[in-house]
């Protein structure tokens, strides 16, 4: 079956600039989580959704970050006003509800901030 | 503060040999831990997790072993097959919500025909 959809797979944008990534989960998955991996690091918690519960923004580095999901399925993360340091791989990850459901990623958004 | 730390960012091994690869961590409070496997270009795997009431889970040629004093855990790899050349996450949560995880930096494994 289709796995996890990411789009785009790149983006180079110029600093100051607004952005939209987006994530198609595993059809039935509640869970859907965002991450990133700058370079050189582990990846990065970002923000989690589960099914209609407020979601856990904990992750988001900064109130340029921001992300929704509509209809419990497709999720798009904005960043507003690019800065370089956001440069970085956008992963988004989706799972079954309950426990020790493993992630299932996508092949992530490379984003570039020039 | 890094709480899921991978010392080791490479390791290279020949065919056939194990592979181990190690973790720590520093949050006494973690009570699952996950391995990933990555290739490039492509988003991470899971390979195999452990529950802290665990010390070793076993899956085909993957073993995870979790050292909860010593908040250790090794991944080790026999065979290892030139297939599994890749960067491995470790990975810790809390069973609350074991989605959310904490990631180590990776390392990059290479195995040598």
């Known amino acids: 079956g289709a796995g996890v959809s990411q789009s785009p797979s790149n983006k180079v944008t110029e600093k100051g600039k607004d952005v939209e990534l987006r994530c198609d989960p595993i059809s039935g998955h509640t869970a859907l989580y965002w991450y990133r991996q700058s370079l050189g690091q582990g990846l990065e918690f970002l923000i989690y959704f589960q099914g209609n519960s407020a979601p856990d923004k904990s992750g988001l580095p900064s109130d340029r970050f921001s992300a929704e999901r509509t209809g419990g399925s497709v999720s798009t993360l904005t960043i507003q006003r690019t800065q370089q340091e956001d440069s970085a791989v956008y992963l988004c990850a989706s799972s079954l509800q309950g426990m020790n459901s493993p992630l299932h990623f996508g092949n992530g958004t490379r984003l570039t901030v020039t | 503060d890094q709480q899921v730390k991978q010392n080791s960012p490479s390791l290279s091994v020949q065919e056939g040999r194990i592979s181990i690869l190690n973790c720590d961590y520093t949050?006494?409070?973690?009570?699952?831990f996950l391995w990933y496997k990555k290739y490039p270009a492509e988003g991470p795997t899971f390979l195999i997790s452990i529950s802290s009431i665990k010390d070793k889970n076993e899956d085909g040629r993957f073993t995870v072993f979790l050292n909860k004093s010593a908040k250790h855990l090794s991944l080790h790899i026999v065979p290892s097959q030139p297939g599994d050349s890749a960067v491995y996450f470790c990975a810790a949560s809390f069973s609350g919500n074991t989605g959310k995880l904490i990631f180590g930096q990776g390392t990059t494994l290479q195995v040598k025909p």
């Open positions: 949050n006494s409070m973690f009570d699952y």
